[in-house]
């Protein structure tokens, strides 16, 4: 796995959290937590910091342990996952601990977890794998590299874009298949099953250290239980009815890097339309890169461009 050396050129505004008191657990499994209800209902989850760079889901869920939140039908689990890598982070090098060995997000074919490799990452994962057999519906809580628009991944069915309208918040959905480098956690199993009920989310708060981040991963949290019916409407009176309607795209191609150097033609951040059919992104290995059609959104342009890796998405609104 290619070592992380990318410089950071964002304020570092969000403190981790301490996540110790969390250590233990309550299921068998450190730094996993669940309350039954002992009320019929769903079994939903919160997951944090799948990347040990991206604090705002530590920080929500850590807000919402404080406050003894517990679910009033079905089950509510909160999971903090890459803790190796949470614990590694140094502000002074943020970018380097996203992960230890490998991103803890692209671990999850089931051939790579029944598999002979070995990870950090990989044994976290089987670790916790068990938690995520009966969930109903999960939101994982991530951020971006980018100053950009915060964004709602839905995955490639039409139930979980159901969901995040019910959530309200961010303004921008993005249904997607993922990467080809490897399956994530909110892909894992039923959640990806066309004839499943399951559902996942995975939010995309804004950029990792920025303050903003740390509000929507409240609010998002907090809307989702509503949602689900995990909690009572009551909880969102410290939040303001959400502004503007969201508006909802479907990627159409994720540009996956074929060569050893890729380099955008300019410094996107993510969230542009681009309005022209052809014109060029960036060239992987000397052959541009261009858009196929009119009016499509860059999702998420990364700076980790290496080969195998996902440079960026492009995304259709939806009619």
Not at 192 to 203: E, G, R, S, V, W
Request: glycine residues 8%; hydrophobic residues 40%.
């Amino acid at each position: 796995m290619a070592e992380i050396n990318i410089p950071n050129e964002y304020r570092v505004e969000l403190t981790p959290p301490d996540l110790s008191p969390y250590r233990t657990g309550n299921t068998g499994i450190p730094y996993i937590w669940r309350f039954e209800s002992g009320a019929p209902g769903p079994n939903v989850m919160l997951s944090a910091i799948v990347h040990g760079n991206e604090p705002c889901g530590a920080l929500a869920l850590d807000w919402l342990l404080q406050q003894d939140t517990r679910p009033v039908a079905g089950s509510l689990t909160f999971a903090f996952m890459n803790i190796a890598a949470y614990e590694a982070f140094d502000p002074e090098d943020p970018n380097a601990t996203r992960w230890i060995d490998e991103d803890f997000n692209r671990v999850w074919d089931t051939d790579v977890l029944d598999g002979d490799r070995d990870s950090v990452e990989l044994r976290r994962a089987r670790e916790v794998r068990p938690v995520l057999e009966d969930i109903d519906y999960l939101l994982d809580i991530h951020s971006m590299q980018h100053l950009a628009p915060p964004l709602m991944m839905s995955g490639r069915h039409a139930r979980a874009k159901t969901l995040a309208a019910s959530v309200g918040v961010p303004e921008r959905v993005v249904g997607d298949a993922g990467h080809a480098a490897g399956r994530r956690m909110r892909d894992y199993g039923a959640f990806d099953d066309p004839d499943a009920p399951n559902t996942a989310l995975l939010i995309e708060c804004g950029q990792h250290w920025e303050a903003s981040a740390s509000a929507l991963a409240r609010e998002s949290a907090a809307r989702f239980l509503v949602a689900t019916g995990t909690v009572s409407r009551d909880f969102l009176g410290a939040f303001p009815e959400p502004e503007g309607r969201q508006s909802a795209y479907t990627v159409i191609e994720a540009v996956t890097i074929k060569n050893e150097e890729f380099v955008f033609a300019r410094p996107y951040s993510g969230g542009e339309i681009i309005a022209e059919k052809g014109t060029v992104l960036g060239h992987d290995g000397g052959e541009p890169v261009s858009t196929p059609e009119d009016g499509l959104m860059l999702v998420m342009p990364s700076k980790r461009l290496w080969r195998g890796q996902t440079a960026v998405r492009l995304a259709r609104r939806d009619p």
